[in-house]
């Protein structure tokens, strides 16, 4: 198996994106296998089929993969959607009291790319989508499932969850758990004083420069595959000494973007002995009761019992959507304020002193925040990635999100994000007036 992360820097080229953008209202999508009693009422649409459905294991029910095995294409789908079950997980409760969406009838959505001209019906024939869903502020615009995943699944996250650290990295702060970002790590966690990541402060690893070398190609002979195993399958043991191998220093702390998981997974630990708290529990108090969630969630832990917090969280598309409405609106949600609110335009906005973060600096495309991409472009806008397709979007302005999950056949490739962001920019253009 992968382990980890989403978009090496190397990954996001690519991403020419068209220049023109076709859009069309007319009346909702029908499916002829759609979970709907009717096409025009507004609600979830299910599909048993999807792009290459055979590859993907359609003949034996999408069947689900065993532990610490390597990806095998007819397990994908069942591996993505029940991960929180294959793996060691730590539960993460629903709402007492959940908030509900609004829905919309269905825009019919359309957008160019390359010479083509092509609808969202046809984005979901051509990609290996397992849940999208459109919503503007509170309101459900369009969700849809292929390869019989439903809004009861709950799909991992990949990467995306390194942003939800970073969040709670915020929270701490507002709390005085954390001191100030700029100390360092081994403030938090003694068992690196001494090392190369104990010596690199907090605001370096939210950024992804720690300076400290680190290889993430997917090639499974690199170091996010050496760091996955012995988190994920090898005997259990203690996570401050499995990060503590990557000890050496090729840039100075805070100098040069570059992605590596196993700075999120030290987040993780200075979370944990920050709060005293695991960071599951500390999620559900402070964000995932708050914002009304509908569903159970969770979160892989390692044999030690701490969450593997570069990834691998477990939520269904709805909930992942109403934390993408609390992003969009800056941490606040329902007039209280969960995150803070200068704490999210920190992290969705690259200071004049850290150009290297900078959209088409940082990568040919993105910059990079607090665990987070930022998209070029004088409106501030942003995205929490993932392996294999998944994808939030979220723009401040309009209100608008979009949640994207996926089983793409290979982990990280170039380009692979600019048919996902044509048809993001459509939205954005049709709906977000």
Known sequence: ???GALCRPRGCRGFLLPVIVVFVLSAPLANAQDGRSSPGDPGPVFSDSGPDADIYGAAEGYPVGTRGAAPQLDKLVGVYSHFGEIYPSRPIGRATAPWQFKRAPEPSIAYS???ERLSIADYLKRNPVTGLLIAR?????YEHYQYA?????RFVSQSMAKTLVAMLVGIAVSEGRIKSI????STYVPALAGTEFGNTSIRALLNMSSGVEFSEVYDGHDDIARL??????????????IVAQFNTRTAPPGAKFHYASVETEILGLVLRAATGMPVADYLHDRIWDPIGTEADASWAIDGSGQEIAFCCFNATLRDYARLARLLAHDGAWEGRQLIPR???????TVRPADGHLAPRVATPYFGYGYQVWLLPGEQRRF????IRGQVILVDPASKLVMVHTAVRQKPSEPGALREPLALWFAVLQQLGQ
């Open 1 to 3: 198996m992968h382990w």
């Open 113 to 115: 790319f390359g010479t």
């Open 137 to 141: 502020d509170d309101t459900i615009l």
């Open 149 to 153: 995943r439903t809004d009861h699944d």
């Open 182 to 185: 700029d100390d360092l790590v």
């Open 228 to 241: 996955g195993r012995a988190l994920f399958v090898d005997a259990p043991k203690d996570p401050a000494a």
């Open 342 to 348: 200068q704490w999210l335009l920190d992290a969705t």
């Open 383 to 386: 995205a929490l990635l993932g």
